[in-house]
């Protein structure tokens, strides 16, 4: 493909860009694409890969198939697994970082506070933690639903007396070899990491709130053959890519309340569980209690085979308080750790909070998501001109690849920022009946989806609302994104 001439940055808007997560690169690589020049990606660590990069717990791996989980425009004809390792989707974000000439428009070390938009000048004023002023025409938070992790507030947690940390900040430095370690939590992460605290630790303990529904993640490496003929023969490694999506959108069904699917996907769930955990007590420990899809269905090869071990004891009595010597449960019992590690998830439900965003008239963002944070297309929201977000509410999938979400989004913004050049527009703001309606309509279908079913997880606000997940398939998404519709934005010119 011949790719446009770079155009002079003074006849295209100047963009910040915050994250230079894989949502934040993605957009940059298309503004390249499409010729323009005059964008900064602002990253508060000194790397690239958002998530990526800061989750480096041992085992950290993608859960969708590697060649699903990389960008449609840069392909990898290498990967080493079926499902890729951290460190080498990281290695893969740099280098693709690289190809496509980004490190020049990315400020490191850069971390936003907020920012206000300023109608009269159509610019965006952002303000970074060091005090720094930043203008901007577009304002794009590329800053996802995973990236401030959630520890929580256990009364006594500051008189832990061994070595603590999140499974997203992780220490690296401590050997817990031979140690008592806990970890609070079982979810995507933890399940990746517990089979290495076990080899290592003399006693683990996890405490464990819910039950999570897990089948077998059937890993493997690709031979050198595959990796060959993926490279070399034309069309398949695209085939293979359209393979996995078809049967992961097909897989949507799963997710529809009371569905046949979904009642195999239990049936496979309860019988890999019966497969691996013979101990009766412990299998009905392992057992959720709620609709299977309403929390994360967790894939794994070693998890079940890790926590069945002798050195391991799996907690369901919710705890108390923590004391200098480990964790309390409501039951009086002490279990000791000299390593407590939270895989606790995240803040998911406030989208870009800490940072501020005034919108229009001062409006606070906050105080328009006071109800659970919506936006059109998860993309634009009223009232905030030139204000796009990525990865944003209602995006998250249960049963596909984020980064094709991801991938539709650079489009639809691309696209609008395009528009805006044509007609000369200083800012497009979406209108409020457009989102409301266009939210209606998300909530009304994600009432049928197992996501709204009754139990506690990371895509509900505490109201209850389902604010992180999209509502179908990822066909009727791209189909929505792939081109703005004018008449859903008003316009606004400079005077
Ligand atoms: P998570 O799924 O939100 O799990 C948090 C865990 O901590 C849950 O077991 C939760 O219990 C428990 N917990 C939270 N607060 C607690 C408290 N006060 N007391 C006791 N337990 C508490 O977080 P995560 O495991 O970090 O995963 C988050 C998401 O990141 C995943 O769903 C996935 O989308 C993504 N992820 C992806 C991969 C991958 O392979 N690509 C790997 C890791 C993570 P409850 O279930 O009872 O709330």
Redesign the pocket.
């Known amino acids: 493909m011949t790719e446009p001439r770079p155009r002079p940055a003074s006849s295209t808007p100047t963009i910040a860009i915050l994250g230079a997560g894989i949502s934040g690169l993605c957009l940059g690589i298309q503004l390249l694409r499409a010729g323009i020049r005059s964008f900064t990606i602002y990253e508060k660590s000194e790397r690239v890969g958002g998530t990526w990069f800061e989750?480096s717990y041992p085992g950290?791996?993608?859960?969708?198939p590697s060649h699903l989980y990389s960008l449609s425009f840069a392909p990898k004809p290498d990967w080493s697994r079926k499902f890729s390792p951290q460190p080498e989707i990281q290695a893969y974000l740099e280098e693709t970082a690289r190809r496509f000439g980004l490190f020049d428009h990315i400020r490191f070390g850069t971390e936003i506070a907020g920012a206000s938009f300023d109608e009269d000048a159509g610019e965006w004023h952002l303000r970074t933690t060091a005090g720094e002023a930043i203008r901007a025409n577009v304002f794009v938070a590329a800053t996802g639903q995973?990236n401030r992790p959630?520890v929580?507030d256990?009364p006594g947690l500051a008189d832990f007396a061994g070595t603590q940390w999140h499974?997203?900040r992780w220490n690296h430095a401590h050997d817990y070899s031979g140690e008592d370690v806990a970890v609070?939590?079982?979810?995507?992460?933890?399940i990746?990491f517990i089979p290495f605290l076990q080899q290592k630790a003399r006693k683990l303990t996890i405490?464990?709130?819910?039950a999570?529904y897990i089948i077998a993640r059937q890993d493997r490496a690709y031979t050198e053959r595959e990796k060959w003929l993926l490279r070399w023969v034309p069309g398949l490694l695209r085939a293979d890519r359209w393979r996995i999506w078809a049967l992961f959108e097909l897989n949507f069904r799963t997710f529809v309340q009371g569905s046949w699917f979904g009642k195999q996907m239990r049936k496979r769930a309860l019988s890999y569980l019966h497969e691996v955990v013979k101990d009766p007590a412990l299998r009905a420990k392992l057992t959720p209690d709620y609709d299977i899809g309403c929390?994360?269905i967790l894939i794994s090869d070693d998890y079940y085979q890790a926590i069945v071990q002798p050195n391991v004891e799996v907690v369901t009595t919710?705890?108390e308080r923590i004391t200098r010597d480990g964790v309390v449960t409501k039951d009086g019992v002490l279990h000791a750790a000299k390593t407590l590690v939270f895989?606790?998830?995240?803040e998911?439900t406030s989208f870009l909070a800490p940072m501020t965003i005034e919108g229009r008239g001062g409006r606070k963002l906050e105080d328009a998501w006071r109800n659970g944070a919506e936006a059109h297309l998860g993309i634009a929201v009223s009232g905030f001109p030139n204000l796009f977000l990525m990865y944003g509410p209602n995006t998250?999938l249960g049963h596909n690849s984020i980064i094709f979400m991801i991938e539709c989004q650079a489009n639809y913004i691309l696209r609008t920022i395009e528009d805006m050049i044509a007609r000369g527009a200083a800012w497009m703001d979406v209108r409020k009946a457009v989102e409301d309606r266009y939210n209606a309509g998300v909530q009304r279908d994600l009432a049928r989806t197992a996501w709204a079913a009754g139990c506690?997880?990371?895509y509900k606000n505490a109201a209850g609302k389902v604010t992180n997940n999209w509502s179908g398939i990822v066909t009727d998404y791209w189909w929505r994104t792939r081109r703005p519709e004018l008449g859903d934005f008003e316009m606004g010119f400079r005077r």
């Open positions: 989750n950290a791996c993608c859960d969708v995973l959630h929580p256990l499974s997203a609070v939590g079982n979810g995507a992460s933890a990746q405490l464990q709130r819910s999570n929390k994360r919710p705890i895989a606790t998830g995240f998911t998250n506690s997880s990371w």
